[in-house]
């Protein structure tokens, strides 16, 4: 329980991917006609953007690529002091130990996983107002055993097993914080734009799914800051 590969492991499975991208890209540039003349850049540049406890993911990741991560969004991220004080190995190991309990399981998640629980959490803790049924929709369809690892990995805590400090405050690239109107821990950003070297706070209508929530004014954003 000391991080196991988190957020490392699903990094690594970034990287991997935009890797691959990178490859196939330069392999179709070799194919075409173009002069020596023509400069071309030496790696493809990636903005990240990164959905609410999944931070640690995004922050690692342009820790990591500095080169070819050009610049960061991250979209209700946890507070500054989330993201600094790892959370203590005793803790982790007690909650991973209780999700994945083979008494427990069964029927934590058969209650957790029920349409009923998937809605009550969503209006309590995502959304400004009530959830809409094409969330439902989605969240249910998603809904099976082989699901289950990766959230009682993020559940129990395993992204923030450690201190995000020393990546948070020397990012070199641009970084753009999103928090909703209605999200009481946008407060508790604040440090981020104090601390970073390059950051910018916003907010928009929504709560803690701003993508979902307000899908129009988070494309826009990302936009204007990427490009």
């Known amino acids: 329980t000391r991080g196991l590969s988190f957020p490392l492991g699903w990094v690594q499975g970034c990287e991997g991917m935009m890797n691959a ?9 070799n194919m075409l006609p173009i002069p020596s003349s023509v400069s071309m850049p030496k790696c493809r540049q990636w903005n990240v953007v990164c959905q609410g406890g999944l931070a640690p993911v995004g922050v690692v990741l342009a820790a990591r690529n500095t ?11 946890p507070s500054w002091n989330d993201m600094t004080t790892p959370i203590p190995e005793e803790e982790l190991s007690f909650n991973y130990g ?36 094409q969330w439902l929709d989605f969240a249910c369809h998603e809904i099976d055993a082989k699901s289950r690892p990766p959230v009682q990995a993020f559940n129990a805590g395993f992204c923030n097993h450690r201190s ?32 970073m070297k390059y950051c910018t706070l916003q907010s928009m209508p929504g709560k803690n799914v701003l993508p979902w929530e307000s899908p129009i004014e988070t494309c826009n954003a990302i936009k204007d800051f990427c490009y």
């Open 98 to 133: 209780f999700l994945r309990n083979a008494l427990v399981e069964p029927i934590a998640f058969g209650l957790l996983e029920t349409k009923w629980a998937i809605e009550f959490f969503s209006n309590l803790f995502l959304f400004q107002g009530k959830c809409d049924q």
């Open 67 to 77: 080169d070819s991560v050009n610049k960061l969004v991250l979209t209700s991220p």
């Open 21 to 29: 991208c990178t490859t196939s890209s330069a392999s179709i540039l």
């Open 164 to 195: 995000f400090r020393d990546e948070l405050g020397t990012l070199p690239q641009p970084t753009l914080i999103l928090s909703g109107t209605d999200d009481v821990r946008a407060v508790e950003r604040q440090e981020y734009e104090s601390t």
